[in-house]
């Protein structure tokens, strides 16, 4: 009976089944049918202008890159690669220095193509649906947005080669820029202040317990799970000029440019990097005050000393929470109390007086043990980094206090691609991948056309 009550009444007419129509709208067949159309054609006028090249590289006669005399002639077998409209071929002439076991194929240098690959303007949109999207997801983008077929394995290929070249070239941009004579890219002048901050989290790295061929895509379901020791630090540095930082709306401000880098490693690597973007971008002259936001942890204190005209400042909120840990155990947990504390405080150093704050807790008589030890260490703390919370200085110069840029430029370098449930990575994919999205994250990403790809044996 009770269970009659609580079933709807049946209505009088069965439900109707919601109604697609029976097939895409006009305009999208039209336009398909053009595409169909027009393909074939694409690729054909491609072809005849690959062809064209070719026989302008035909007369090339390679010098050989290790003895300098010309290479001989040894063959001219077919190849091709795949493009975004199909395939293309080509004759290439091959040309040889048998002495110093020498190989040149003048018209693919002349292309940048790779016989058998997936090559020019198809690879660099694979390579970005990589840089945005798991594997698989890419995969099936890839279907949806280019009419490409290609598997998850196949993207991951093209991510390799394109996020190899990627990490060269910003290695070697590093190596350049570690050399006191290397010259600025950007042309934009020398600044009165940059602000500097680093952030860092854990990447799962695979595991594999036995030997095996390296399959790369992320999702391996049959790797045991992660073990302590299988994690590396992943850092990203954000650059980015205090006249650049706008209010959007009361009390929230955000940042017009800022420039990123990342490493997968050591600390001295990340602020390697973070020299040679400054370098590269031209923003530092003996004058520039280099602000560093720290969050306290002692590694990015240590390297700052790098930067001999530097203004070091701790991340606001961090010496908030300090002042936090002290409050719940006094006051309790989520007490009105503590939040009132804790108020008080912040609106002290956020006004400078961070010498009276510091007085103010020496008065305190607290009565456990427990208590006392905690107050000494937030006074040891605020005492420690007392020349880094000159905040109300750091306002006034438009410096900022938090370190909310900086984290927010990590999470979207790292973790919304490379910490997604489940993924484990391969310190080569790793580094790769990370190429790319700084590529795309700081605005560069038709440098990529001007990479040549990296074979992978
Ligand atoms: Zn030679």
Not at 205 to 222: D, N, S
Not at 299 to 324: G, K, P, Q, S, Y
Not at 381 to 396: F, I, K, P, Q, T
Not at 442 to 456: E, K, Q, T
Request: glycine share 8%.
């Amino acid at each position: 009976m009770a269970q009659r009550r609580l079933s709807q009444p049946e209505p009088v007419e069965p439900p109707l089944r919601p109604r697609l129509a029976d097939q895409p709208s006009r305009f999208v067949r039209l336009e398909r049918e053009v595409e169909l159309e027009y393909r074939p054609q694409m690729l054909a006028a491609l072809q005849r202008k690959v062809n064209t090249v070719a026989e302008d590289a035909r007369a090339m006669v390679p010098q050989c890159p290790r003895c300098g005399r010309p290479m001989s002639f040894h063959d001219a077998r077919p190849v091709s690669w795949l493009a975004h409209w199909g395939r293309l071929q080509a004759s290439p002439a091959r040309y040889r220095c048998a002495p110093c076991k020498q190989e040149r194929r003048p018209l693919l240098d002349l292309l940048g193509v790779e016989p058998g690959r997936i090559c020019g303007s198809l690879a660099r949109r694979l390579g970005l649906l990589a840089a945005v999207a798991p594997y698989e997801m890419a995969a099936r983008l890839a279907q949806l947005l280019l009419g490409v077929t290609i598997s998850a394995m196949g993207v991951w290929r093209v991510a390799q080669r394109l996020g190899q070249a990627a990490a060269n070239y910003s290695e070697a941009l590093s190596q350049y820029h570690a050399d006191s004579r290397s010259e600025a890219a950007s042309g934009e002048p020398a600044r009165p202040a940059v602000i500097l901050g680093v952030d860092g989290c854990t990447l799962g790295m695979q595991v594999r317990t036995h030997r095996r061929r390296r399959v790369g895509v992320e999702a391996l379901p049959a790797l045991p799970a992660i073990e302590q020791g299988h994690f590396r630090e992943v850092k990203t540095g954000v650059l980015l000029l205090p006249s650049e930082r706008v209010e959007t709306s009361p009390g929230r401000r955000s940042v017009v440019r800022r420039f990123l880098v990342t490493c997968l490693g050591e600390a001295d690597e990340i602020f390697r990097r973070l020299y040679a973007q400054l370098r590269e971008l031209g923003w530092v002259d003996p004058h520039t005050v280099v602000v560093i936001l720290g969050d306290g942890a002692e590694w990015i204190w240590n390297r700052a000393t790098m930067f001999v005209n530097r203004c070091e400042i701790l991340d606001f909120w961090h010496a908030l929470e300090h002042a936090w840990t002290f409050a719940r155990l006094r006051y309790g947990e989520d007490s009105a109390q503590a939040d009132r504390w804790v108020h008080r405080i912040g609106e002290d150093l956020r006004a400078g007086k961070v010498q009276e704050v510091v007085a103010a807790l020496k008065r305190l008589r607290p009565k456990t043990e427990e208590l006392r030890a905690s107050l000494q260490s937030l006074i040891g703390y605020y005492s420690e980094n007392a020349g880094r919370m000159r905040y109300d200085e750091y306002l006034r110069l438009g410096y900022g206090i938090g370190s909310g840029a900086v984290e927010s430029a990590h999470k979207q370098v790292v973790h919304a691609r490379l910490r997604q449930a489940g993924m484990r990575w391969s310190e080569a994919g790793a580094r790769r991948l990370l190429a790319l999205r700084l590529l795309l994250l700081n605005g560069d990403w038709a440098l990529l056309d001007r990479m040549r790809m990296v074979s992978l044996a």
